[in-house]
């Protein structure tokens, strides 16, 4: 029975790995779409974004099978509850990769599609940090991941950034608002990617260390916040 067990929880992580593939994939030719104003290559992401929405249900069904007949304990439960985060995680990605390739599909033909650096400087961090969340993963690596959940505040800093520039574009040129709605959309998805790879890195660290480190400013302030009216 151990044995068996053991070879569930390495298809479970297999499958995984699978669907990260699948999104990585997804996620990088989107951007490329996006760069190379390539809309038979956005086409293609949209098309495959079905196989990730299966490999989720599968994921699922494997987490919850093992759930009920196997009664995991310890590091074993933390893996199979954390497959169970990432993969809804992971998805959304998906759905974000197929989101971004439909607002470049809108974006071509007659529009004039301004060029912002920083969107590629974006977009290439956010790529990055799902990449190496889920090597954080595979790996059993805490300090990757908290690495990844770092740089978070970087993405936040250059997303803020082109919001600037997008509103003095479309204030400078009412004829490029609708361009403009398009790539505020598109650059909100990307930071979206980022905060989805801190959820991946976040839960790395609890299933390796058994700490919850989710809102962790937020919950500390709470506690102190308690800690100081208990004290009065």
Do not use: Y
């Not at 990088?28 to 290559?41: F, K, N, T």
């Not at 990449?131 to 800093?157: C, T």
């Not at 959309?185 to 801190?198: I, Q, T, W, Y």
């Amino acid at each position: 029975m151990e044995r068996k067990f053991e070879a569930e929880l390495e298809e479970l992580k297999q499958s995984l790995l699978s669907l990260g593939t699948k999104v990585e994939r997804n996620i990088g030719d989107a951007i490329e779409s996006l760069i190379r104003c390539d809309p038979v290559l956005a086409q293609d992401v949209i098309s495959r974004d079905p196989l990730i929405d299966i490999a989720e249900i599968q994921v699922d069904e494997l987490c919850l099978f093992l759930l009920a007949r196997r009664q995991p304990v310890a590091k074993d439960l933390r893996f199979i509850t954390t497959a169970l985060k990432i993969v809804k995680d992971l998805e959304r990605v998906g759905d974000m990769a197929a989101d971004i390739s439909e607002h470049v599909l809108s974006l071509l033909g007659p529009n004039r599609v301004p060029s912002f650096p920083e969107v590629q400087e974006m977009a290439r961090l956010a790529q990055n940090m799902l990449k190496r969340s889920l090597d954080a993963f595979v790996n059993r690596d805490p300090a990757l991941a908290r690495e990844v959940i770092a740089d978070d505040d970087q993405v936040d800093r250059i997303h803020r950034n082109i919001w600037d520039q997008l509103v003095s574009f479309m204030s400078e040129d009412q004829g490029c608002i609708a361009v403009g709605v398009h790539l505020f959309s598109m650059v909100k998805f990307l930071e979206r990617v980022g905060d989805h790879s801190c959820n991946v890195a976040e839960m790395v660290v609890f299933m390796v260390e058994g700490k919850d480190i989710r809102h962790f400013e937020k919950v500390r302030a709470i506690r102190e916040k308690l800690a100081a009216e208990e004290g009065r």
